[in-house]
């Protein structure tokens, strides 16, 4: 069956680091993987989208990278600030748009 | 948000009840979406529309039923809310439904609780 993984555990750093999330998926061959920033009480917010094509796409602070060898997507945050602070969703592109649990970032000043 | 509105934003209510919760844009959006957002599940789509009185089912339909009688409103209804039905319950928007412009905008959610 389809599965999208996201580490469960948070993710805890300092403020300065790179911040570094993983989005792993089986059994999928999406065209668009998507990541959403959602804080607390609120509905999520869209970031960035990557098409299957495109091994890197950047934005301000941004990165994100998509390898469909491995099926998994990298999404960074350089010099983390706490405003960082949130979960990061990962959404792929199937027949509908599939979200991941999300992982909780945690940046420490 | 996008313009998105989402009411009730809290609800407590028994088991039995039904119970309807609206979603409303002002973005033209051809595309709307219920979720439901459960700790340790992420987001589950209920039902989406891709049009006026067009509507799907999505993978945790069972128990939901919607409506889409203008372009701007989505209700969703628990026509008998069970306890398992208690949930944040997320409508989004899209101008498209695949491909490149299909990010979606979020409301800012109802947290519904079934006594």
């Known amino acids: 069956s389809q599965k999208i993984e996201q580490n469960s555990e948070a993710l805890n750093i300092q403020e300065g680091k790179t911040a570094t999330l993983t989005c792993n998926y089986t059994?999928?061959?999406?065209?668009?993987l998507q990541w959403y920033r959602q804080d607390p009480g609120r509905g999520p917010v869209f970031l960035l989208l990557?098409?299957?094509?495109?091994k890197e796409k950047r934005k301000e602070r941004l990165k994100v990278t998509f390898d469909t060898t491995l099926k998994q997507s990298l999404f960074h945050i350089t010099a983390s600030q706490p405003a960082d602070s949130a979960t990061y969703l990962c959404?792929?592109?199937?027949?509908?748009?599939?979200f991941g649990a999300g992982t909780i970032l945690r940046v420490k000043s | 948000d996008a313009g998105i509105t989402q009411s009730p934003r809290h609800k407590v209510t028994e088991t039995g009840t039904p119970v309807t919760l609206r979603c409303h844009q002002t973005?033209?959006?051809?595309?709307m979406y219920w979720y439901r957002q459960d700790p340790g599940h992420g987001l589950r789509l209920i039902h989406y529309?891709?049009?006026?009185?067009?509507?799907d089912k999505g993978e945790v339909s069972d128990g939901y039923s919607v409506s889409r009688s203008k372009t701007e409103d989505f209700l969703l209804t628990l026509e008998s809310a069970t306890s398992s039905q208690t949930s944040v319950y997320f409508c989004?928007?899209?101008?498209?439904?695949?491909?490149?412009?299909?990010?979606?905008?979020f409301g800012p959610g109802t947290r519904l609780t079934v006594l």
């Open positions: 973005e033209n959006h051809r595309y």
């Open positions: 959404a792929l592109e199937g027949n509908k748009l599939v």
């Open positions: 059994n999928y061959s999406p065209a668009y």
């Open positions: 989004a928007i899209s101008e498209s439904e695949t491909g490149s412009n299909n990010e979606q905008f």
């Open positions: 990557i098409r299957e094509n495109e």
């Open positions: 529309s891709y049009g006026v009185k067009d509507t």
